[in-house]
């Protein structure tokens, strides 16, 4: 699920720490065993633990040998009482109870029929939608007329609350704005928000879609190229964002990086002023944004209009603005109400990024269509979390796997046990931790699921089966037709197999593979809209999978299936990784690199795991000119990193090498530094930095630290 910034886990000094449910099977996290290698290891709840006593159990074999033996002289002797087909039918039975896929099929039927039903009640809701074709502010005005006056949303920080027609009418002052500009924005304009989680952001691309104005969700910890690049791909008119991020992008802009030609809007206690640059001069204009009637609404804006798009780094590193229409909204947020049982009486305690489809869509898209409401803090913050959702009353948040390590790491409050969430839900919570996290807070139920923002299918755990965030069914290949997903076999380098007729080759239960799921263009629900960037959308399809001619979503992402079906996150493929809920470009580190290749013979970026921790710690191997000073150079890596970087980008550790081995090709080979990690035991003598948050700069690993960030006693990474 972008970044937040995470006060935590026991100090304040800690800065670190954002889909989607569309066709709906299940799945979540995974831990590697050191002897298996492709083998999560997965704690059971008490639901799931008979599962592995039931089919180990020798005795229980032998007693259902002779029970089996028994039962066909029963078998023989009602044949004479009944008839042959009643016989055959009790013997099938029989024998169907002593293969073991059979006992695996018939205990996971439960779980896939409340699976098969999810999935129907949603394709129903969404092909009568289709047939309506009514744009998504439709929806909520309707909700707008039944409850004008309860609570809509409020601001944990500042105390700012509006009621769902005052945030309708609020809504209206954006569109009227814009729609009633000098500049002359029509419907199909992109305008770029750069904005923190609030009301307004979620005002202003909500007000602006009611007159077809396509909305850019930029990431706010972006900086200089980076953040020019995703404001550049989306061809926008304007940029919309408010004074304290205003600096972010006049930096970028005084180092030549933005078209000066953009216009700029700063948000401000309610009023928008207009900044525009004319030869190196900068013109400033106040509006004020009063208009709260409906705005006129076009003619072709309706169900299948594009809505906005939302950012994502993909499988290549380079960041993608992924195209996301009313349909697409309305579909992820009712598999997510449906899913999760949400209702309009529900209060959501929102603290991820709302730039990112987790909030910003499941949370928020629950007011837009429910009628539920949203308490709103513009960063999370871990001594705070508990408080907040006592003092508001929240019944619902949402989390990646850095959330709830943090707040396991919080010292004992009341608040904690008081509460009243019953269901927070995301991706990324490691087993090791699940069953703790739940007895500790109280949670009723966990809602882990799997999926991309510009994914065409994903999946969701239904069961709350303890490290799974999804799955597929055991039968797979008779229910393809319902469940789009396909699970296809890869090298040890992540590249796809294929078999002698040059087709893709399925998994079965016990292997890994990558996640992909069906394209049909013609069918609304299983279209691929891909990016802005047309080639970029090329890149993750998959051509002739199955058979000649037919197109699957290629997602990126390495997931394990087991012998009951169900699915956890493995891996992440390609030149990306994975940390704090985010995903890494390597490339964008290694670009920054380039700029100090006077002191570089070599690098190599890559992910390496932290015991305990969801996804992949950056990691830099480097080969340096003969002379270089180690401790200066990095130095200077810190001052590039925190000027440039996100802080979730910012590689962990450095390892400094003699040199670094190649392919054939002269491609880097980062599977043995993967390996070695951080271990200062493995890693030949080479001089090891850490990244420590605390005081911004690398510090030089010793044993003790590495002993203590393997512990978890050490966190400020």
Known sequence: MGECQIEGPCTSQNNVVSNTIKHMT?????????NSPNKPIITSTSSNKHFSSFFKNCDFCDFLFELSIFCIFVGIFLAELLSWKAALFIYLIIRLSSNDLARRIFVTIPRDLRGVLLVIRIKFEMRLRLRQNKPLHEYFDKIVEQMPNKECLVEVESGRKMTFLEFDQHSNKFANFFQNCHIGFESGDVISLFMENGIDFFASWFGLSKIGIITAWINTNLKLEPLAHSIKVANCKAILTTRTLFPVLENALKKGLLPSDLTYFVLERGL?????WVRNECFIREHRMEEIEKPKIPSNLNFQSILCYIYTSGTTGIPKAAVIR?????????????AFCIKPTDRFYITLPMYHSSA???????VLTKGASACIRSKFSASNFWLDCKRFDCTISQYIGEICRY???QPYIPEERT???????GNGLRPQIWEQFIARFGIERIGEFYGSTEGNSNIINVDNHVGACGFMPLYMTFVSGLYPLRLLRVDENGQLLRDENGFCIRCKPGESGEIGAAVHPNKPLLRFEGYVDRSASKSKLIENCDRKGDTVFASGDILYWDKFGYLYFKDRRGDTYRWKGENVSTTEVEGLLHSEHQYIVDTSVYGVEVPGREGRAGMIAIVLQDGTNVEEFTNKLAVIFTEQLASYAIPVFLRFCDGIEKTGTFKLKKGQLQNEGFDL???CGNRLFYWDISFQKYKELSKEIQKDIESGKFSSI
């Open 26 to 34: 299940v799945s979540g996290t995974y831990s590697e065993s050191k």
């Open 272 to 276: 928008l002023f207009e900044y525009k």
């Open 326 to 338: 009313h349909f697409r909204y309305f579909m992820m947020t009712c598999s997510c109400g449906k």
């Open 360 to 366: 910003g869509i499941l949370a928020t898209g629950q």
């Open 407 to 409: 707040l396991l790491l």
């Open 419 to 425: 509460h009243k969430i019953r269901l927070m839900f």
């Open 681 to 683: 035991d493995k890693c």
